[in-house]
């Protein structure tokens, strides 16, 4: 498994504004993947972050909404960007081990 | 796209009694994941199947891989008030080329109430 932190845990946020959302792994992973999980739903993916490479983004969700860094092995962000309330939700990352996926904490976000 | 529906949707149960949940699929899976959700977490991973008619315990966890790798269910044994949270099932398609997204499917979840 992995140890996997996010910064901030939440935040609340101003309509028009962005914020950027950290995931730290404790260990060199290759995979690491987006989430967006909104109040009393499931689980959505944004997007894979493979280090060294773009960001690919699923269906409905688009770079430009979405940055995704990927630095390193053990590091991503996430912006979201130009924020409005529908944007409020969790954010999870999480990363990818012999095919099994390990999530964060969360970053859970308000958009007023 | 692929669609997991997973049942039942929630559920209220005294302390003691055992618990079932199901994941039916109109894809093929190569793998079936089931994990837990607590308020304020993330998920955290319980049980991961990788063969047609795999059963794996996990303590009083047991969950089994369907024959036609299309469906998947999880049985809680003896229920504890901790017990309590919610439970999601997670289909992954794993590209046999070695390329593209190890994306998972998830199911709605099933909201799991322990009365003591």
Known sequence: ?112 | GQQLNQSPQSMFIQEGEDVSMNCTSSSIFNTWLWYKQEPGEGPVLLIALYKAGELTSNGRLTAQFGITRKDSFLNISASIPSDVGIYFCAGQSIPYSGAGSYQLTFGKGTKLSVIP
Request: net charge negative; hydrophobic share 30%; glycine share 6%.
């Open chain 1, 1 to 112: 498994s992995a140890v996997i932190s996010q910064k901030p845990s939440r935040d609340i946020c101003q309509r028009g504004t962005s914020l950027t959302i950290q995931c730290q792994v404790d260990s060199q992973v290759t995979m690491m993947f987006w989430y967006r999980q909104q109040p009393g739903q499931s689980l959505t993916l944004i997007a894979t972050a493979n280090q060294g490479s773009e960001a690919t983004y699923e269906s409905g969700f688009v770079i430009d909404k979405f940055p995704i860094s990927r630095p390193n092995l053990t590091f991503s962000t996430l912006t979201v960007s130009n924020m409005s309330p529908e944007d409020s939700s969790i954010y999870l990352c999480s990363v990818d081990i012999s095919y099994e996926q390990y999530f964060g904490p969360g970053t859970r976000l308000t958009v007023t």
